[in-house]
């Protein structure tokens, strides 16, 4: 069936400094989608991608889909201590057996020292 | 409703008894998904529901397990003879079709001891 695996599972970095989570997927993808989780709160959805080689940007958050639609990526560029939390993505995509389904990463937890 | 809306929102039950869980998805959204999340861990898939659909069990980690859902409405996860590796957190989700946006509830605590 589809995997998906997500690195790196935690990062902890200084405030200010970058941030990179990646996604790979066993198969092709429909499409990906990127949720945050905010400690002790539920995954809220960031943004879906759709198209091959796409890039989507919101605000310091830059998401990539990759050419081959098997990989992505969040950038999160110079970390505040609001984007704490745990980022998973989500491929959609074909399962076998006629199926389609949606597959959650492990997601990466951030962690932003002040 | 506004969300998808998930009770009870705590639940401390005794190893061996039987709890249910309900959810209640967003009015129009055709899939609903639950998922279990034990502390500080991943996400892990239970069941899909797609309309009239025969649900996607495959996730469910043992016969103790089992979900239902009245047409496209409300959902109910039981946990029969729970045991303390049944502590988690276990969140509802809603969305249009499978390859749409999922939105997730509030979640279900739920603590065995």
């Known amino acids: 069936g589809q995997q998906v695996m997500q690195i790196p599972q935690y990062q902890h970095v200084q405030e200010g400094e970058d941030f990179t989570t990646y996604c790979n997927s066993s198969?092709?993808?429909?499409?990906i989608q990127w949720y945050k989780q905010r400690p002790g709160g539920h995954p809220v959805f960031l943004i879906q991608?759709?198209?091959?080689?796409e890039v989507k940007k919101q605000k310091r958050l830059t998401f990539q889909f990759g050419e081959a639609k098997k990989n992505s990526s969040l950038h999160i560029t110079a970390t505040q201590t609001t984007d704490v939390g745990t980022y998973f993505c989500a491929g959609y995509g074909y399962s076998g057996a006629g199926s389609y389904q949606l597959t959650f990463g492990k997601g990466t937890k951030l962690s932003v020292i002040p | 409703g506004a969300g998808v809306s998930q009770s009870p929102s705590n639940k401390v039950t005794e190893k061996g008894k039987d709890v249910e869980l309900r959810c209640d998805p967003i009015?129009?959204?055709?899939?609903l998904y639950w998922y279990r999340q034990r502390l500080g861990q991943g996400l892990e898939f239970l069941i899909y529901?797609?309309?009239?659909?025969?649900?996607?069990k495959s996730g469910l980690p043992s016969d103790r397990f089992s979900a239902e859902r009245t047409g496209e409405s409300v959902s109910t996860l039981t946990i029969q003879r729970t045991q303390q590796e049944d502590s988690a957190v276990y969140l509802c989700?809603?969305?249009?079709?499978?390859?749409?946006?999922?939105?997730f509830g509030e979640g279900s605590w739920l603590t065995v001891v």
């Open positions: 991608l759709v198209k091959s080689g």
């Open positions: 529901f797609q309309g009239n659909s025969a649900p996607d």
């Open positions: 009015s129009g959204h055709t899939a």
């Open positions: 198969t092709t993808l429909s499409n």
């Open positions: 989700a809603s969305s249009l079709a499978r390859e749409n946006t999922i939105y």
